[in-house]
C-alpha cells in the first residue's frame, strides 16, 4: 500500500477536487468498486457533502458521495512532518502506479485547475519529495566524481 492523499473529516474545511457523474448501468459498477476499494478493503466512511461547481452557470451544489479515512484503519500513518511523508511516499507503491507520480501529478493539478486553491501542505510534500529524489536516482558517473 501506499501512502495516498486522504480526506480527514473537519466540518469547518474545504477539499478542491473533481467530482465525477455517473448514470445508468455505470452506477451500479462505480458503486460496487469504490465500496470495495474505499470502504471494505480501505477503512473509509462514506458521506454525501456538498459539492460546488466552478461553473458560473451552476446555480446550486450537487451531492457528491465521499470516502473519509477512518485513523482504524490498519494502512493508516497519521500525522507525520513533510519530510516523513515524502519519505514514505518514495518507497510506496499501489495497483495504480508508484505514489512519487501520484504525488507530482495532484500538484500539478492543483496548480493549473484550482489555482485559487493554496494547499501548502501538499505543495510543501512535494518540495521535500523533490529535494529528496537526486539523492536516490544517481548514475555511474556521478559515483565516479564522488
Known amino acids: 500500500p501506499g501512502r495516498v492523499v486522504t480526506l480527514l473529516e473537519d466540518c469547518g474545511a474545504c477539499t478542491w477536487g473533481v467530482a465525477y457523474e455517473v448514470r445508468g448501468e455505470q452506477i451500479a459498477a462505480s458503486l460496487e468498486y469504490l465500496n470495495m ?3 471494505v478493503l ?3 466512511d462514506t458521506k454525501l457533502v456538498k459539492f460546488h461547481p466552478q461553473e458560473k452557470d451552476a446555480e446550486e451544489p450537487i451531492l457528491a458521495l465521499v470516502y473519509i479515512a477512518t485513523p482504524q484503519n490498519p494502512s493508516y500513518l497519521g500525522p507525520a512532518s513533510e519530510e516523513d511523508i515524502a519519505a514514505q511516499i518514495i518507497v510506496s507503491s ?15 493539478f492543483m496548480r493549473y485547475f484550482c489555482p485559487q486553491a493554496e494547499d501548502k501542505h501538499l505543495f510543501s510534500i512535494e518540495e521535500a519529495l523533490i529535494s529528496i529524489l537526486p539523492c536516490l536516482y ?3 558517473e556521478s559515483l565516479e566524481e564522488t
Open 138 to 140: 544517481y548514475t555511474e
Open 94 to 108: 499501489g495497483c495504480a502506479g508508484h505514489n512519487i507520480e501520484y504525488l507530482l501529478r495532484l500538484a500539478d
Open 37 to 39: 476499494r474505499e470502504a
Open 42 to 44: 480501505g477503512g473509509y
